[in-house]
């Protein structure tokens, strides 16, 4: 952009230039006087041009300062815009960054949500299975009760009698309940008919006034001995041993109670009882 006074000094130059020139088409000049008159009057045409023409170059100046005052203000205005631009570009991606960290932060906790609700889920889970296994079980159990009669026997002994031998079988040979028909009373031994678990009770009265002191009663199932009923002479001729055991038994699994001396005298109303659970 050109300045102020080099469009002045230019503008002079050709002023100049201008006036130094005469036109071609002037009338030839007759007398010194003529000439110059001529030139004279040529001289304040040159001079009322050149006002006006330094008129229009003040005019042009102005303009010109007002385009460079207009053109310093846009430069300022640009920067101004480039420098907002700048910091809105700054303030942007911070913007960006913190969403980007608040969207990861987020995510991670998300993550962690995830992970600690399938924990939780898989165990709650496995819970449930134990809990339908136990219901499983009760409704086998209840379904098996349902459809398969209750066993249940007790047996009494009317008589008294000596063991002639050892591990003797004691027979109690009056049946009173016979449900399920598991007890023999013609052997004395009980055969579980289903499968489950059993209570069996056993309550046998020694008679120790002969010259025996003690006597063993075992509980056996299926020949192997289970628990002694211990009874011997402490305070009196006749002691009882009371017991009462709980077995799980399959089909054709056996019970019986079995004196381990001979000669001992088992006293009348000695009972042996049990059922299924």
């Not at 503008?11 to 130094?20: A, D, G, K, M, N």
């Not at 459809?147 to 008294?160: C, E, G, Q, W």
Request: aromatic fraction near 10%; include cysteine; charge should be negative.
């Amino acid at each position: 952009m050109y300045s102020g006074q080099y469009v002045q000094k230019l503008f002079i130059i050709v002023l100049v230039i201008e006036s130094t020139f005469c036109d071609t088409n002037e009338p030839r000049c007759y007398s010194r006087f003529d000439y110059e008159e001529k030139m004279l009057e040529k001289m304040v045409k040159t001079e009322i041009k050149n006002g006006e023409l330094l008129v229009k170059l003040e005019a042009l100046e102005r303009r010109l300062a007002n385009v460079e005052s207009k053109v310093d203000n846009s430069v300022k205005e640009v920067e101004g815009l480039e420098m907002k631009h700048d910091s809105e570009k700054e303030e942007t991606v911070k913007w960006v960054q913190d969403l980007k960290k608040a969207h990861d932060s987020l995510q991670s906790e998300l993550e962690d949500f995830e992970n600690t609700t399938k924990s939780y889920l898989d165990e709650q889970g496995r819970s449930l299975e134990v809990y339908d296994q136990r219901l499983d079980a009760m409704f086998r159990n209840m379904t098996e009760s349902k459809h398969h009669s209750p066993v249940a026997f007790f047996a009494t002994l009317p008589s008294s009698f000596t063991t002639s031998a050892s591990s003797q079988t004691i027979v109690f040979n009056s049946l009173v309940t016979d449900v399920g028909g598991g007890y023999n009373s013609g052997t004395g031994v009980f055969t579980a008919p289903v499968d489950g678990l059993y209570v069996l009770s056993a309550s046998v009265m020694v008679d120790l006034s002969t010259s025996t002191t003690s006597a063993h009663i075992s509980i056996n199932k299926n020949g192997s001995h289970v628990v002694y009923l211990y009874v011997n002479d402490s305070d009196g001729n006749y002691e009882t041993g009371v017991g009462t055991v709980i077995l799980s038994l399959q089909v054709g699994d056996t019970v019986k109670l079995t004196c381990n001396e001979s000669g001992r005298i088992i006293y009348y109303n000695s009972i042996f009882s049990g059922f299924k659970l």
